[in-house]
């Protein structure tokens, strides 16, 4: 490709709306072109780093069986209604009406569609195990979309599906896609982890989630480096914390007129925030219910849903109704007429500084089985850095990670209320056992640049660079560099490399920082060398530089290209041995 005829709007500064590395270059790269919060237009460029992140994709699922469909993002409400769904997922999901007042969604997924789909073509064991897939476009109305392609309302989606006659067949089914998902994620030159999850809205009790470190993630996983243990934060847990036993201060009362932060309270009483006890107030079925916490510990609520169903905390309607709950100032000495359920972690405290039930006071030296008592015990708690593990009590530690795959045991939730049944060998009629397994296609691109860049630009890959090779005439005007140039380009084209020609009329400095910035994986530099026959291959990954003879320009760059990674023949150089290497 000649750069000179190509779209290639590259930026030479910062956008004022990109708030990590990744996103800032994909922008300035060219990549992206942001249309409104969260909608992006893929560029040449982009979209053809898309389309081999699209072509691992495909190889891999192909390679376990899996068949393509393609199925529409448009769905009536009904099919959504049929398995519960249409209001659970709530204010995520687009919707709309047709001119005859149907109400549609646009699909953040769909288990719904491809259910219905098979119920309607499914009546045989002999049909079963069934994988589908498809490469998708999906919809999310994100309350705060940012940071590029992590956090967008319209989004590439891989969803796959598989559909078996039993739980042992979902365990195989699942255990391919593993592997499928461990292949694509290492193919595309991920640093990446499974982790134990929480299926959320999809439904199902087994999942994991893929996760590419990133310090830009918005995910936080947790890990013990001494047995392997890893949970995303609203699934992970620890080994139980020990009981310390009574306390020994006696309890008082204590002035805090404004004060409400466990901070705040920390302060002013002088104790450290961990001896605080924070008592946070829900609605859940059967009434409110108080939540125990020690104050340096956050209650994930994905946890607490877990054990009561769904959950929101108090508003001001739910205080005005409840005139003995004082928001701010809440605690279980005396909570009268609510469920009290402590995290185990509350365990490991005493002598608490706690609300009093009354504005503007909190209670010190409050201790459990003397002061209060609790109705039961919950992990709710999130988990901290040097916790211990719940496998071998070592330390585990928490990384920041981007989520770019999920995958998920759903059994018959959703084949059930679908009507999706076969039958058995006995003639009994059974409902199929589904998985489902999310890769977040247009999101592996801002995983990728978080863990591929430097101070200068994008290092690529070579499995996904947008070309694997750019040739960098400087001086054009040159009959010999313009020569040499022409007669590389074909050379390196007709050896099957996908190579761009910068044949723009640029200055050099233009050009070798667009190739830095867009990251070609090797550079072949064409300057004033050429008099004398030579040529420079650069290495955008580590900056090497093999000073070549012209005749040995292509050997050079499949070795290059081979040492970042990318399978090529390599076959012997034309011209006078390996070259020299600078630095």
């Avoid at 020994?248 to 002088?270: C, I, K, N």
């Avoid at 290092?459 to 022409?486: I, K, M």
Wanted: aromatic share 8%.
């Amino acid at each position: 490709m000649r750069l000179r005829e190509y779209f290639f709007p590259t930026l030479r500064e910062d956008p004022a709306e990109a708030e990590i590395p990744s996103h800032r270059l994909l922008l300035r790269g060219g990549f992206v072109r942001q249309v409104a919060a969260g909608v992006y237009t893929f560029m040449p460029l982009g979209r053809r780093v898309l389309a081999k992140v699209e072509a691992i994709v495909r190889e891999e699922m192909d390679r376990q069986g899996s068949l393509e469909i393609l199925m529409p993002a448009l769905h009536p409400r009904d099919l959504w209604e049929r398995a519960g769904r249409w209001q659970e997922y709530g204010p995520l999901m687009f919707r709309l009406k047709d001119r005859a007042g149907r109400e549609y969604c646009l699909a953040p997924t769909h288990e719904e569609l491809v259910t219905a789909t098979v119920a309607a073509e499914i009546s045989s064991y002999r049909q079963l195990p069934l994988i589908l897939y498809q490469i998708q476009t999906k919809f999310r109305d994100e309350l705060r979309p940012r940071f590029g392609l992590l956090r967008a309302r319209e989004f590439i989606m891989k969803d796959a599906y598989s559909f078996d006659r039993d739980e042992e067949g979902l365990k195989e089914s699942y255990s391919r896609m593993v592997e499928a998902y461990t292949r694509i994620f290492r193919r595309c030159g991920l640093e990446f982890r499974m982790v134990e999850a929480v299926a959320g809205e999809i439904g199902g009790d087994v999942n994991h989630e893929f996760m590419a470190l990133a310090e830009a993630g918005e995910d936080i996983f947790v890990s013990c480096p001494s047995c392997g243990y890893a949970a995303n934060v609203e699934a992970a847990t620890t080994a139980e914390p020990h009981d310390v036993g009574p306390g020994s201060q006696r309890l008082e009362e204590v002035p805090t007129p404004g004060v409400f932060r466990v901070e705040e309270v920390a302060s002013l009483l002088d104790v450290p925030t961990s001896q605080v006890l924070k008592c946070m107030l829900y609605a859940a079925e059967g009434g409110p219910v108080a939540v125990l916490v020690p104050g340096d510990r956050e209650v994930v609520e994905a946890k607490l849903a877990r054990a009561l169903g769904p959950v929101r905390l108090l508003g001001e309607a739910d205080f005005e109704a409840e005139p003995n709950l004082v928001p701010g100032f809440a605690g279980p000495v005396g909570l009268e007429g609510v469920r009290v359920l402590a995290d185990r972690w509350v365990r490991a405290g005493r002598d608490w500084v706690t609300g009093a039930n009354r504005p503007g006071f909190h209670l010190r030296g409050a201790n459990l089985g003397r002061d209060f008592q609790v109705d039961g015990w919950v992990d709710v708690a999130g988990v901290k850095e040097g916790d211990p593990c719940p496998r071998c009590s070592s330390p585990l530690g928490l990384q920041k990670a981007i989520e770019v795959g999920h995958v998920f045991q759903l059994g018959t939730r959703y084949s059930e209320p679908f009507r999706a049944t076969f039958t058995d060998e006995r003639g009994e009629e059974r409902p199929v056992v589904m998985g489902c397994y999310g890769i977040g296609v247009s999101r592996i691109l801002t995983a990728v640049v978080e863990q591929h860049r430097d101070e200068r630009g994008i290092v690529w890959p070579p499995a996904l660079a947008p070309f694997h090779v750019v040739v960098l005439p400087l001086n054009l005007r040159d009959p010999a560099v313009a020569a040499a140039s022409e007669r590389v380009y074909a050379e390196l084209g007709r050896e099957g490399l996908e190579v761009a020609l910068d044949d723009r009329d640029a200055s050099a400095g233009v050009k070798f920082a667009d190739a830095d910035l867009v990251g070609f994986p090797v550079q072949v530099i064409l300057g004033r060398k050429v008099a004398e026959g030579r040529a420079e291959v650069k290495i955008r990954a580590t900056g090497e530089r093999l000073d070549v003879s012209l005749g040995e320009v292509g050997w050079a760059v499949r070795r290059s290209l081979a040492a970042c990674g990318l399978a090529l023949t390599l076959g012997q150089p034309a011209g006078e041995g390996e070259g020299a290497l600078l630095h």
